[in-house]
Structures are given as C-alpha cells and as structure tokens.
C-alpha cells in the first residue's frame, strides 16, 4: 500500500533563506509523486511532479523536487523564499497512472521578513 | 485557460439534511475524482469516474453517492448529513489516465 509522511508539520523560515519541506513515500510499484501548495481558503495548486525519467524536476515559482528512490524520498526546495510563499504544502503520492492521490498530513511553511 | 469549476463555493446545512455537490471539469477531461478536506487534515479521496463510469472508491460514506454525467460533469449527493461531514469539498479532473489532477476551489460544507 502506498502512504506519504511529511515531516514536520511546521517550518518558519525567514525571507530569502532555503526552504526544504521533506517528503517521504511509501510504495509498491514506480511512484508518481506530487507536490501541491494549498492557500488559504483556496483550492490545491499543483507545484511539480515526478512521473519517470529525470529525478530532478522543476516546478512554477522556483520549486524543485528530487526523487531519490534509494531513500523513498521526494524533498521540496527553494533557494529563496518570499513571503508570498507562505502557504500549506502537500506532498501526495499517486496509485497508479491516473489512480487517487494519497496525500501526507501538510507542512504549514511560514515566512518572516 | 479553463479550470475545474465547484458549485455552491459555500453550503451551510442543518444535520438530517440533504446536500449536492457539483462539478464541471476542465474541458476534454474525462475523468472526475473527489476529496474530502476536514478541518486542518490532508484531503481523503471519496471516488472517482472516468468516462461516466465508477474507478475506484475510498471512504465514501453510505450516505453518500456520485455520479458522472453524459457532458462528464459530476454531482456528489449527501444525505443523513452529520456534523462530522463539515469539511471542504474537492473535486479534480484529468485528461484520460493522465497523472495529473487539477483541483477546483473546493465547496466549504458546514453542518450545523
């Protein structure tokens, strides 16, 4: 059965530091993996995601996720964050080609100026 | 470009009640799925369509039913409604078995 576990619930980062929200995955078969960012009272935003191929992918407003299938990981970075990245992060995992996406419990990532 | 389209955006509905959920996928998406978001949780996936027919099912309720329509929009029926269903109300769409879902805004459902 495939399940995702974020860690950290919470992350506060200050503006223009790195932002790492972790991911790791649990699955079966080849994973596809998401990530989506949730703003408030807003519906789910895709960000990136990996399906095969190149194991570093980019996403919309200067994300990037590494796929690392020896750690079952799928770690979100951004060089520099900016107050409008504040917001939920979710990092889901797919059944399948076109199966339900099992999501993590959300990282709520906050940022100071 | 055109996005998933959710009505009502808010439904406020007293316990015992009946409510209706909608949704209009991106144009040409064929395939429909439904979350459930309940207060400070990760969304949970209900069911899901693809060309009109059910693809697979998560913890719906009994109380509740979907259905895919001909023009592939899709309604989420909840009867015997229940505090406990208070939650914000996802539906996604997908081209075929495409990876990628697309979410709309969400319907907020508030039982009182």
């Known amino acids: 059965a495939q399940s995702v576990t974020q860690l950290g619930s919470h992350v506060s980062v200050s503006e223009g530091a790195l932002v790492l929200l972790r991911c790791n995955y649990s699955?079966?078969?080849?994973?596809?993996l998401f990530w989506y960012v949730q703003y408030p009272n807003q519906g789910l935003q895709l960000l990136l995601k990996y399906t095969t191929g190149a194991t570093l992918v980019k996403g919309i407003n200067g994300f990037e996720a590494e796929f690392k299938k020896s750690e079952t990981s799928f770690h979100l970075t951004k060089p520099s964050a900016h107050m409008s990245d504040a917001a939920e992060y979710f990092c889901?995992?797919?059944?399948?080609?076109?199966?339900?996406?099992?999501f993590g419990q959300g990282t709520e990532l906050s940022v100071k100026p | 470009a055109a996005g998933v389209i959710q009505s009502p955006r808010h439904l406020i509905k007293e316990k015992r009640e009946t409510a209706t959920l909608k949704c209009y996928p991106i144009?040409?998406?064929?395939?429909v799925y439904w979350y459930q978001q309940g207060p400070g949780q990760d969304p949970q996936f209900l069911i899901s369509f693809y060309e009109k027919m059910q693809s697979d099912k998560g913890s719906i309720p009994d109380r509740f039913s979907a259905q895919q329509f001909s023009d592939y929009h899709s309604e989420l029926n909840m009867s015997s409604l229940e505090l406990g269903d208070s939650a914000l109300y996802f539906c996604?769409?997908?081209?075929?078995?495409?990876?990628?879902?697309?979410f709309g805004p969400g319907t907020r459902l508030l039982v009182l």
């Open positions: 889901a995992v797919s059944v399948g080609l076109g199966g339900k996406l099992i």
């Open positions: 996604a769409s997908s081209a075929g078995k495409e990876e990628t879902q697309y």
């Open positions: 144009p040409r998406h064929d395939t």
């Open positions: 699955s079966s078969v080849p994973p596809y």
